[in-house]
């Protein structure tokens, strides 16, 4: 059953209690046949408008993201038994494959696991990002926001943008991939891995996007409109 219009949830009468210290009373909740969630009572992060400021750090987190799928060719291609000679992190204009972010020069055989590893790589960061920023480590507040950019947002715009050469260039990682396993399996990854990017991403930013409203403000906000409807 929804609670009635300007009545306060269970969250909203912990966070309360939190923040008053001094009206505290250890019955509220019980009274009024709450369960009262721990987690609901101290959000541990709210997006905020100024965070989109850490947008003009760009080209740093384009430079990390490429260090982090150059070096996860290079290091398949070592545990393969191939001589990595070169790894290069900045854009480069090559003769035939045009400009690239970055590219790893090696002698020897590999298989499509070096080419598929900034994938299996960018995944895992992803969980792991998602699990550091959905946690209650203390850090502070931009310093989560650096876990939002480079943990979660990172490699998620790598795999997309890697997976869309796909369409149209025989040479991407994904298209030489695809000549060596089953197409099909190479499919039915880039669908699984897209839909852990789109919903953990969407989790986030819906569940940390509105917990800087103050409770005491929004139980006021809904009991104002609750009366002005009236
Ligand atoms: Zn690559």
């Not at 101290?42 to 799928?69: E, K, M, Q, V």
Request: charge should be neutral.
């Amino acid at each position: 059953m929804s609670p009635a219009p300007g009545a306060l949830s269970a969250c909203e009468i912990m966070q309360m209690n939190s923040r008053r210290s001094s009206d505290w009373s250890p019955g509220v909740g019980k009274d009024l046949g709450a369960q009262v969630s721990p987690e609901c009572a101290t959000p541990i992060f709210a997006f905020n408008g100024r965070d989109w400021l850490w947008a003009f750090g760009l080209p740093i987190y384009i430079l990390i993201g490429t260090a982090r799928h150059e070096l996860s060719h290079a290091l398949a291609a070592t545990r393969e038994g191939a001589h990595v000679e070169s790894i290069h992190l900045i854009p480069t204009l090559t003769p035939n494959n045009g400009v690239l972010w970055g590219y790893v020069n090696w002698t020897g055989t590999t298989t499509w696991i070096t080419l598929a590893a900034p994938y299996f790589c960018d995944l895992v960061t992803f969980l792991l990002g998602f699990w550091i920023f959905s946690s209650r480590i203390t850090m502070p507040h931009w310093m989560r926001i650096q876990v939002f950019a480079i943990g979660v947002l990172s490699p998620a715009i790598n795999s997309v943008y890697n997976y869309q050469a796909v369409w149209y260039n025989p040479l991407a990682d994904v298209s030489r991939v695809a000549t060596t396993i089953p197409p099909v399996w190479v499919g039915v990854w880039i669908v699984l891995s897209l839909a852990v990017y789109c919903v953990g991403i969407l989790a986030l930013v819906k569940s940390h996007a509105h917990r800087n409203l103050d409770p005491l403000q929004h139980s006021f906000i809904s009991s104002t409109r609750h009366h002005r409807s009236h």
